[in-house]
């Protein structure tokens, strides 16, 4: 087990040299249809025992098997990779993806249907920063750092607006004031945010946020491989600290008449299982892992299209 454990590094850094042979096709695995999403996902919750072979492998799943999958993906990132440009690069038809590493973690499942279409999707995430706009107490970063950048990019955007921003956030384990926000607060908080793009010529979306589980994956299923529905969760958590503020994401969204996308149905039935068909679903606690993703790229395309 502890070798298992102790080969999430190097297994993620061989993970990128494998991936770096897929860059012509922007997918990581062949994407599932919606009637085969929605097969595994029903399925899922009568998953009980770790499958012998998962993709991504259990040390493999990690955030930086997300990063390097960029490369894969045909990205190109001058800043860090906190800055990329993914798709038709010498397009003019851009998508901007906004948000934390919740932003990050659907470029898998964002980029072959924009790239297909023409676009150049144009990542920019910041790791700790909400698109809702809170005063952000977290360990990851400042609050002035995080408002900064928030301001400062929607700034660039209303000076030279995209086709589309599509935002993407994290909406638990934020405390501003030391509490984490209710749906309400939160619908107020991306209101804000929303608002301050009401007068610019571009089409805006929310891919709302997905349920947290109270154990962080995927060291837990190697730690228990015969208890996979031990770590599931309702797609509403109970527990308060993980409680997310979907809800109040999808308010803000459907008040301000922008484009909302909910991709819960694409990861939980009546529970969320960490794990779907033999895909290990999230990296962590709270991201989905990057072969999920890249396996989600059709819904997704699918669900974004109607809104661009």
């Known amino acids: ?85 993914f798709g038709a690069l010498s397009s003019k038809k851009v998508v901007l993806l906004m948000g934390d590493s919740h932003a990050l973690m659907w470029v898998p499942a964002l980029v072959p249907s924009l790239a297909k279409a023409g676009y150049r999707l144009d990542l920019k995430w910041f790791p700790g920063c909400p698109i809702a706009t809170f005063v952000v107490a977290n360990p990851t970063d400042t ?43 939160w ?13 610019v010529k571009t089409k805006v979306i929310v891919i709302g946020d997905m349920p947290v589980y109270n154990s962080v994956m995927p060291q837990c299923l190697a730690l228990h491989p015969t208890s996979v529905q031990d770590f599931s969760t309702a797609p509403t958590n109970s527990e308060q600290s993980n409680q997310d503020a979907h809800l109040g994401e999808q308010a803000a969204a459907k008040a301000a008449k922008v484009g909302f996308v909910n991709p819960i149905p694409w990861l939980c039935a009546a529970r969320c299982s960490p794990v779907i068909g033999t895909m290990i679903v999230d990296y962590d606690s ?23």
């Open 143 to 185: 609050q002035s750092r995080c408002a900064t950048w928030r301001t400062n990019l929607l700034l660039t955007i209303k000076k030279s607006p995209p086709v589309a921003v599509i935002f993407s956030e994290r909406t638990t384990n934020y405390t501003p004031n030391g509490v984490q926000p209710t749906n309400a607060q």
């Open 187 to 199: 619908t107020s908080a991306l209101a804000a945010t929303l608002q301050s793009l009401k007068s």
């Open 286 to 308: 709270s991201h989905v892992s990057a072969v999920y993703a890249s396996y989600l790229s059709t819904v997704m395309g699918a669900a974004i299209k109607p809104l661009l």
């Open 1 to 85: 087990m502890k070798k298992l454990l102790g080969s999430f590094v190097a297994g993620a850094v061989m993970m990128s040299a494998s991936y770096a042979s897929a860059a012509a096709t922007y997918q990581l695995v062949t994407p599932g249809t919606a009637s085969q999403v929605a097969a595994l996902v029903k399925a899922s919750t009568s998953i009980t025992q770790l499958p012998a072979t998962t993709k991504p492998s259990l040390g493999d799943a990690s955030q930086f098997m997300t990063l390097n999958a960029l490369t894969a993906l045909g990205g190109k990132c001058p800043n860090a990779q906190t800055t990329c440009s």
